[in-house]
């Protein structure tokens, strides 16, 4: 009789599994006589299966890292043909400006067309304008020593202004008259007033259109008399001065009979050196007529009778009439726009702010 019991679950289990083990181990070893492929088969192929998807993985991961660095090569290269086009858009643009430069400075005037030198006089004639003395005697001196222009044309276009700006312009152009190297024409576009026409009376000749306004001898100050109005509305004017006339222009004060009658001997005393320039440009040319010097205005045809002016015409018609190959040059200086920019800016704020002006309140032009 043995002691090991028969029906032992943990001797049966790990012999059970013992054998199970060496039947798996046996029939391991041993061929497959059906011909199959062996679980170690199967395992090697799954291990080359993944091998090869880890292959074609990388390879797919390689391309598209190819393909994002080509893109990447492709906007680089893009980006480096556009900023070279902008280099070579903006060198063009600056040889273009300094092309243009070169061209507008006068080169040998010898081996020039001969041209109407031109000076546009354009606008209200004033210190801050464009229409200023010393500007426009500039270009009437430059058109003056070209040897390639036949003749010096001021292309007036303006009513006038200041009296001393229009003075300093008619002195030049008497200046070059004088000398008699060159003729000067005034040539008159739309409007030839006042000051514009005291310059032009300084010319040797004077042109304007049938239908251009020619004329407005006389001088004018215009203001207002508000001390009936602050009066009204109960504000006091508080102003102080030392002399008894320095306010006499003050709109807020009243103006007493003698203050006007000086004012008015101011503006005869200025309107006489007025038909004094006229007279002594014109001469003999003028009419007898007193109305020339009233502050009337004309018409270019009514201009020609009362001898205002010697023809008409236009400035095209005045190249055609002084060169066989018309040629014009505009020998106006040019302006910093920057420059204009503020004077403009500076006299609409002086303005608005109701501070005195540089300018005189007499003046050339037309109301």
């Known amino acids: ?44 192929d799954s291990a080359e299966v993944l091998r090869e998807r880890q292959r074609l993985a990388q390879i797919e991961s390689m391309d598209r890292w190819i393909q994002s660095v080509l893109v990447e090569q492709r906007r680089s290269r893009r980006w480096k043909l556009f900023f070279r086009f902008a280099w070579l858009a903006l060198l063009l643009g600056v040889a273009a400006l300094v092309g243009f430069a070169l061209l507008m400075v006068p080169g040998d005037e010898r081996e020039q067309a001969r041209h109407l030198g031109v000076v546009k006089v354009d606008g209200v004639i004033d210190s801050e304008s464009p229409a200023n003395a010393e500007r426009l005697i500039e270009g009437i001196e430059a058109a003056w020593e070209s040897p390639s222009s036949a003749a010096v044309v001021l292309h007036i276009n303006s009513p006038g202004g200041s009296p001393v700006q229009s003075q300093r312009v008619y002195k030049a152009v ?16 739309d409007l030839g007033a006042s000051g514009a026409y005291y310059m032009a009376s300084a010319a040797d000749e004077i042109v304007a259109a049938p239908s251009s306004l020619v004329g407005s001898i006389g001088v004018i100050y215009a203001g207002f008399g508000l001390e009936g109005a602050i009066d009204d509305l109960g504000v006091e004017r508080r102003v102080f001065t030392a002399g008894d006339n320095k306010a006499f222009l003050d709109p807020f004060s009243e103006m007493r009979p003698e203050q006007q009658a000086f004012w008015q001997e101011v503006l005869d005393t200025t309107h006489q050196q007025f038909i004094d320039a006229v007279k002594a440009g014109r001469g003999d040319r003028l009419a007898d007529d007193p109305r020339i010097f009233s502050g009337l205005i004309w018409t270019g045809e009514q201009a020609l009778e009362l001898g205002l002016v010697d023809r008409l015409g236009t400035l095209d018609e005045e190249a055609h009439e002084w060169l066989d190959q018309p040629r014009i040059k505009d020998y106006t200086p040019s302006q910093d726009p920057f420059d204009r920019l503020a004077r403009r800016f500076g006299v609409g704020v002086a303005q608005w702010m109701g501070l005195p002006q540089a300018s005189s309140p007499v003046r050339y032009q037309l109301p």
């Open 174 to 189: 008497m200046a070059l008259r004088e000398r008699g190297d060159k003729p000067i024409v005034a040539v008159v576009e």
């Open 1 to 44: 009789m043995s002691d090991t019991p028969k029906d032992d679950p943990w001797t049966q289990g790990e012999m059970s599994s013992s054998s199970g083990k060496g039947a798996a181990a046996a029939g391991g070893s041993g061929p497959d006589k059906s011909g199959g492929s062996g679980p170690a088969e199967s395992s090697g």
